[in-house]
């Protein structure tokens, strides 16, 4: 993933200079907007997007002559107006408990990102269930306990290799039972047999519905970012076997600077709830499109 700050430097420092004195500017004409549009597509914003946020660019500023600032200011304007519709935190229903189903690749970030949102909805005075949904993988099924402890909420778990729908059901009654306000589920993420996973899927969505027929009341689609266009794949695979109905981006910390989100919320609109920051239980933070368009501008 290219830095799109010094990419745009660059495009300036292409610019034959006026005179020493004036600052370097570069005038918005076809050829600059082809190195704008090969920059995004570089800083994984995809063809498509990198495509249309050019395309804009160039209706409103074309034959301008603009410094590295300007032209900064003009990209974060067009990225911020695509943010802008996605950023929504996790809708709050009334109903007992809100069943929140957390899908994703290994490795993504699902179990920490439980953790985080278990934490975060406690401090906030909500009861909150954990079900480690991940029956295959020991592992997950420990991580997300230490999890719970470090967010004092109850993990249910089941035995390794047993039926996670099962699980689920248990869950769903011990929320019941106890009056959580909020149930997370813990999901496998297997994609190599993507057969088996929408399976798995389905049938833990049948069982949950059993027993309320609104549930899951949200499916959280959780995406590591540094996985560059990777994650728009993901997107377009787990559309198809789980009624996504929003995103947590995580590792937005690391060197990775983000620019699938801009991919991701333009191809397919669906609210990013969150964004994780870090390994720390505290880092998951709301999504703030204009902070974030700055960010990723330079
Ligand atoms: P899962 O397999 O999807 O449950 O993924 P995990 O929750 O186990 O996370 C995989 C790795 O990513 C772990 O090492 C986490 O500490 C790390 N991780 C998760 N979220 C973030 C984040 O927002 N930032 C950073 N830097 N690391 C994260």
Redesign the pocket.
């Known amino acids: 993933s290219t830095r799109l700050d010094a990419g745009i430097e660059g495009i300036v420092a292409d610019a034959p200079a006026a005179s020493a004195a004036d600052e370097a500017r570069r005038t918005v004409d076809d050829a600059m907007l082809e190195e704008l549009e090969e920059l995004l597509i570089t800083a994984d914003m995809g063809v498509e997007t990198a495509t249309r946020v050019t395309a804009n660019i160039g209706d409103a500023l074309h034959g301008r002559r603009l410094t590295t600032r300007e032209i900064k200011e003009a990209l974060a304007r067009e990225v911020g107006r695509i943010m802008e519709p996605v950023a929504r935190p996790l809708p709050i229903y009334p109903k007992k408990p809100q069943v929140v189903l957390v899908v994703?690749?290994?490795?993504?970030?699902?179990?920490?990102?439980i953790g985080k949102l278990a934490s975060q909805f406690k401090a906030a005075g909500k009861q909150v269930v954990v079900a480690a949904g991940d029956t295959f993988r020991a592992a997950?099924v420990e991580?997300l306990q230490v999890w719970g402890e470090r967010a004092g909420v109850p993990v249910l778990t089941a035995p390794e290799g047993s039926d996670p729908a099962s699980l689920a059901f248990d869950a769903m009654t011990r929320a019941e039972e106890i009056g959580a306000d909020l149930l997370l589920i813990?999901t496998a993420?297997r994609l190599q047999n993507r057969q088996d996973l929408m399976e798995e899927l389905a049938k833990i969505v049948r069982v949950i519905r059993k027993k309320d027929p609104s549930a899951p009341h949200n499916t959280l689609l959780?995406l590591d970012a540094t996985t560059g266009q990777n994650a728009v794949m993901q997107v377009d695979i787990f559309r198809k076997i789980a009624d996504v109905s929003g995103l947590v981006m995580?590792?937005?910390?690391?060197t990775a600077r983000g620019g699938v989100l801009v991919a991701l919320a333009d191809k397919f609109g669906l609210p990013i709830h969150a964004i994780?920051?870090?390994?720390q239980i505290d880092?998951l933070a709301p999504f703030d499109p204009q902070e974030f368009a700055r960010a990723l501008c330079g």
């Not at 994703?104 to 990102?113: A, D, L, R, Y």
């Not at 995580?250 to 690391?254: F, Q």
């Not at 994780?276 to 390994?279: K, S």
């Open positions: 994703g690749v290994n490795g993504s970030g699902k179990t920490t990102t997950a991580q813990d993420g959780v995580t590792k937005l910390d690391g994780g920051l870090g390994e880092d």
